[in-house]
């Protein structure tokens, strides 16, 4: 989706130049701009797609750690020690994996590895991004505690007041994999300010903005199309706390809504505020891939 760059923004004998001109992204659909009305999830859940099942095999020391027993490092050591057993067999072979139906024992007890979840959640406003609140606010996990058995935790974070994709999993790899500082997962928002964004301030943000924190480069920004240049898109990698909210306001605008619509190469598509679905095997594998 291509935006426009506002016309009243453009000046006389400008030239396009890709060192000079913020970085064009695809524009904002109306779903995508969380037009869409909030929907109590207590009374409405989205189906979503079928729960995968990923049946592939996995290394032994990760089926342990995966089980919540230890770390893999520890993993290993318990295995060389030879009390881990599959099948009823002792395995010491490090690089052993183990299939779908085996039957896995530590120390005389059954494992039982936790599948894997996966669920995208379109986030409404007045919920913050822990696990629990001892003030007894809102927060998101409220808004996913049906969609399955296992225990789920949000990979990265939203701001209260911030609206749209927010991911769920118990597989620590690819969490870590998501939020690692070296590869961070893309990140598209819209951004609706309190007055119109001049253009050279999307430029600073392409160049590297400096904040109390270091330096950080936008991979995108340009104004949303029909949004009267008070509206902005932007597309980072950086995790940053707040990083989007505190480069605008510092200068001088007020953020008066931030919808992230895009996270990993996932999409609000077809997912009302609120809402919440399971990814699919082929969205999980796009995941790992990157």
């Given at each position: 989706m291509n935006t426009r760059r506002n016309k009243n923004q453009k000046t006389k004998?400008?030239?396009k130049n890709s060192s000079t001109s913020p970085k064009k992204i695809k524009s904002l659909s109306n779903k995508e701009k969380g037009k869409g009305k909030y929907i109590d999830h207590k009374t409405r859940l989205k189906k979503g797609d079928p729960l995968p099942s990923f049946n592939d095999e996995v290394r032994l020391n990760k089926?342990?750690?995966?089980?919540?027993?230890?770390?893999?490092?520890?993993?290993?050591?318990?295995?060389?020690?030879?009390?881990?057993?599959v099948n009823g067999i002792v395995v010491m072979e490090m690089?052993?994996?183990?299939?779908?139906?085996?039957?896995?024992?530590?120390?005389?007890?059954?494992?039982?590895?936790?599948?894997?979840?996966?669920?995208?959640?379109?986030?409404?406003?007045?919920?913050?991004?822990?696990?629990?609140?001892?003030?007894?606010?809102?927060?998101?996990?409220?808004?996913?505690?049906?969609?399955?058995?296992?225990?789920?935790?949000?990979?990265?974070?939203?701001?209260?007041?911030?609206?749209?994709?927010?991911?769920?999993?118990?597989?620590?790899?690819?969490?870590?994999?998501?939020?690692?500082?070296?590869?961070?997962?893309?990140?598209?928002?819209?951004?609706?300010?309190d007055k119109k964004v001049n253009k050279e301030h999307l430029f600073v943000l392409l160049n590297g903005i400096l904040l109390e924190d270091g330096t950080t480069k936008f991979d995108a920004a340009e104004y949303v199309e029909g949004g009267e240049g008070k509206e902005v898109g932007v597309e980072?990698?950086?995790?940053?706390?707040?990083?989007?909210?505190?480069?605008?306001?510092?200068?001088?605008?007020?953020?008066?809504?931030?919808?992230?619509?895009?996270f990993a190469g996932l999409t609000k598509k077809d997912l009302p505020r609120g809402m919440h679905r399971h990814l699919t095997e082929q969205e999980v594998a796009f995941l790992k891939m990157k």
């Open positions: 004998g400008s030239k089926y342990l750690s995966n089980a919540g027993i230890c770390s893999r490092r520890e993993a290993d050591e318990l295995i060389k020690m030879g009390i881990v057993t690089g052993y994996k183990v299939k779908p139906g085996d039957v896995v024992k530590y120390d005389g007890e059954t494992i039982n590895a936790e599948t894997k979840r996966y669920v995208l959640l379109n986030k409404p406003k007045g919920f913050i991004t822990t696990m629990d609140d001892p003030m007894g606010r809102k927060t998101v996990m409220s808004l996913v505690n049906k969609a399955c058995r296992e225990r789920i935790y949000p990979v990265g974070r939203l701001d209260k007041e911030t609206t749209g994709l927010l991911l769920f999993t118990n597989d620590g790899d690819l969490a870590k994999k998501l939020t690692h500082p070296r590869h961070k997962a893309s990140k598209m928002y819209h951004v609706t300010l980072l990698h950086s995790g940053k706390n707040r990083i989007v909210r505190r480069s605008f306001e510092s200068f001088g605008y007020k953020v008066n809504k931030l919808d992230r619509v895009k």
